[in-house]
């Protein structure tokens, strides 16, 4: 998997010399990245769920594991079982939930091959029913 990028001179010096082409780029990223290295990283650290195929970014723990998050918007953190809560620091690595109104949760809890989440959790809910609708083909 390739580090979170923002390592080509681009993406480095882009906040100083004010180079149009390096954007901020919000959810998951939180950080400077310009078109090249946000398409490399991207195409990279997105991965097949092992269950339903669906393609999913893949983000590494502290501690070295994969792990394939859901979705590309935030979920508000009280809508969310605690244990479930996950974010995504600035340096591309996903931690266990520290607080913040946001998370996002791994794709395993809402994967459409598996049993609808709890219904005291709509949000999880709405996901599941989304992973469950078939993609058109391409």
Same mark, same amino acid.
């Given at each position: 998997?390739? !580090?979170?990028?923002g390592?080509? #001179?681009r993406?480095?010096?882009?906040s100083?010399?004010g180079?149009d082409t390096?954007?901020h780029?919000?959810?998951? &990223? =939180? #950080?400077?990245?310009?078109?090249?290295?946000?398409t !490399?990283w991207?195409?990279l650290?997105?991965?097949?769920?092992?269950?339903?195929g669906?393609?999913k970014p893949?983000y590494?723990?502290?501690?070295? =594991?994969?792990?394939?998050?859901e979705?590309?918007?935030?979920?508000?953190a009280?809508?969310?079982?605690? !244990?479930?809560?996950?974010?995504?620091?600035?340096? #591309?690595?996903?931690?266990?939930?520290? #607080?913040?109104?946001?998370?996002?949760?791994?794709?395993?809890?809402v994967?459409r091959?598996?049993?609808?989440p !709890?219904d005291?959790?709509?949000?999880l809910?709405t996901? &599941?029913?989304?992973?469950?609708?078939?993609?058109?083909?391409?």
């Amino acid at each position: 998997m390739a !580090d979170m990028g923002g390592n080509c #001179g681009r993406c480095a010096a882009g906040s100083e010399t004010g180079n149009d082409t390096v954007r901020h780029r919000a959810w998951p &990223w =939180q #950080g400077l990245l310009c078109p090249d290295c946000w398409t !490399d990283w991207e195409r990279l650290n997105t991965a097949p769920c092992p269950e339903c195929g669906a393609g999913k970014p893949r983000y590494r723990t502290a501690d070295g =594991q994969l792990i394939l998050l859901e979705g590309h918007s935030p979920l508000p953190a009280a809508q969310v079982p605690a !244990d479930e809560r996950w974010c995504v620091g600035p340096d #591309g690595r996903a931690a266990r939930h520290r #607080g913040e109104a946001e998370c996002c949760v791994e794709h395993r809890i809402v994967c459409r091959l598996r049993a609808r989440p !709890d219904d005291r959790y709509p949000a999880l809910v709405t996901l &599941w029913r989304a992973n469950s609708i078939p993609s058109p083909p391409r």
